[in-house]
């Protein structure tokens, strides 16, 4: 409980400076939402001058006018940058110990290397849990306030949840680069790295609308359109997602209690 206690306030900074951000994101985009609204025929207009594969790329293919529609377009905006924050977490949690040389002294506590892992994961399940509450809290009385047409809230907050589950998804991704890398010497450099990777496989599914290739990347795993339309998500996917983390989040138990870690 002690070391859930102290990683949790090690990275309150950092929560809180992401969910402020996450949260701001999403004010400034729905601000815009009205002025969208009024002019979603000329905007139809300009989108239509774009090349289809770079409206497919960019998920333009919708009725701007619809509030739906239009939070599903920012909405990918909102999921990158919770994907960051997860990769980033994930990663630096459980790899601050070799690269700050104090694995030494963690390890000289009477704690197993299960409970360290274990404390670790649940500070940082902990902080994208308080990001997403704080985040549909903000998410949802904003809409109160720009919305002009009826919308479905359970729509609304099926897609917001989405970022829950896709930021779990990169937070074991992060913990698995973390145990199986031995020296992270930038934390953020290989965040980046991986989630745009991921981010631009997604917008290439998109252009030529692969299935398979939906498989590999994390931001295809929850289609705004298909919820959208269906109400409802692809039980395939949930699956998969689950699969995800519980394989990364066993294989990084395992090697973790198996690896030898660099002390000072």
């Not at 601000?31 to 289809?52: C, D, H, I, N």
């Not at 909405?75 to 990158?80: D, E, N, P, S």
């Not at 919770?82 to 040389?101: D, F, T, Y």
Request: proline letters at 2%.
């Amino acid at each position: 409980m002690n070391m859930f206690l102290h990683e949790l306030k090690a990275y309150r900074k950092s929560t809180f400076i992401w969910t402020i951000s996450l949260c701001a994101l999403t004010i400034f985009f729905l601000s815009m939402y009205p002025t969208f609204s009024k002019e979603a025929v000329e905007f139809q207009r300009l989108l239509q001058g774009f090349p289809e594969p770079v409206r497919k790329a960019f998920g333009f293919s919708g009725d701007i006018s619809s509030f739906l529609n239009f939070y599903s377009y920012i909405f990918l905006y909102v999921v990158l940058c919770g994907a960051i924050q997860a990769m980033n977490l994930g990663i630096s949690i459980l790899s601050k110990e070799v690269r700050e040389k104090t694995a030494d002294f963690l390890f000289t506590k009477p704690v197993t290397r299960k409970q360290i892992i274990t404390s670790k994961l649940f500070a940082a399940f902990t902080s994208i849990v308080i990001t997403n509450i704080v985040y549909l809290i903000t998410a949802s009385i904003m809409v109160s306030i720009v919305k002009e047409h009826i919308y479905s809230i359970k729509i609304f907050n099926m897609i917001s949840i989405t970022l829950f589950f896709i930021q779990l998804v990169f937070m074991s991704l992060g913990i698995f680069i973390a145990v199986v890398v031995p020296k992270i010497k930038s934390v953020i450099s290989v965040s980046l790295s991986a989630v745009f990777a991921f981010f631009i496989i997604g917008m290439f599914q998109g252009v030529i609308e692969s299935e398979v290739m939906r498989y590999i990347t994390p931001f295809k795993y929850f289609d705004t359109a298909y919820i959208i339309k269906n109400g409802q998500y692809e039980v395939s996917f949930i699956v998969l997602a689950v699969l995800v983390i519980m394989v990364t989040i066993s294989a990084s138990y395992y090697i973790y209690w198996k690896r030898d870690i660099q002390t000072v």
